[in-house]
């Protein structure tokens, strides 16, 4: 079966500091793979999506960038994060039959 | 502007009673409509999801889409506590899925 595999759980970092998440997925090939961004009390804002290594679509200009070194990896990145990127950063993949499997989410407070 | 548009509550709903959310999307050329429910701190989860226009139903829920009122709705019969949660409409746009901020859904005993 497919699962999906976030990490940190929860990350605290301070004003401008770099930040990585990553996400990977198991149990399936060549997915779409999608970030997403819900700021508290809000929609899912999505930020970047990709159809392959190396393949990546911005939704947002912002001080975020994405990467996929490998097939079942997607990797969100900042050089030095702003207060306004607080939030909960999710992960997802499109499996083929329908609809999005979220993974479990990163909850990133910038202080 | 492509937009997903839902009332975000909070719905108050007696347990038992039947919880119903509506949602509106305005690109036409929309395909596929999924209802998510999230609850508070965790990520969603996918509980329905329809194609085609009338209902679909699945256990204690039906949706609804209707696209020529560009309209999607979700029913929740016989509400229990642990239908408590914020329910998100999304609407795949070329792909990728555009969400609405949420209906949240208060279910009392």
């Known amino acids: 079966s497919q699962t999906i595999h976030q990490w940190p759980a929860t990350l605290v970092q301070p004003v401008g500091s770099p930040l990585s998440l990553e996400c990977t997925v198991e149990?399936?090939?060549?997915?779409?793979l999608y970030w997403y961004r819900q700021a508290a009390g809000r929609g899912l804002q999505l930020l970047f999506y990709?159809?392959?290594?190396?393949?990546i679509s911005s939704e947002v200009p912002q001080n975020l960038s994405a990467s996929r070194p490998q097939d079942r990896q997607f990797i969100l990145s900042s050089k030095k994060l702003l207060l306004s990127d607080s939030g909960f950063y999710l992960c997802?993949?499109?499996?083929?039959?329908?609809?999005?499997?979220f993974g479990s989410g990163t909850r990133l407070t910038v202080v | 502007q492509k937009e997903v548009e839902q009332n975000s509550g909070p719905l108050s709903v007696p347990e038992g009673a039947i919880a119903s959310l509506n949602c509106t999307y305005s690109?036409?050329?929309?395909?596929?409509f999924f209802w998510y429910r999230q609850y508070s701190g965790k990520s969603p989860e996918l509980i329905m999801f329809?194609?085609?226009?009338g209902d679909k139903e699945d256990g204690r829920f039906t949706a609804q889409l209707n696209k020529a009122s560009q309209y999607v709705s979700l029913l929740i019969r016989d509400s229990q506590p642990s239908d408590s949660a914020t329910y998100l409409c999304?609407?795949?746009?070329?792909?990728?899925?555009?969400f609405g901020a949420g209906t949240q859904v208060v279910v009392t005993p």
């Open positions: 997802a993949w499109m499996g083929r039959v329908y609809g999005y499997t």
């Open positions: 329809i194609y085609s226009n």
């Open positions: 149990g399936t090939s060549n997915p779409n």
């Open positions: 690109d036409r050329g929309s395909q596929s």
């Open positions: 999304a609407v795949d746009s070329w792909g990728k899925l555009q």
């Open positions: 990709s159809v392959g290594i190396g393949q």
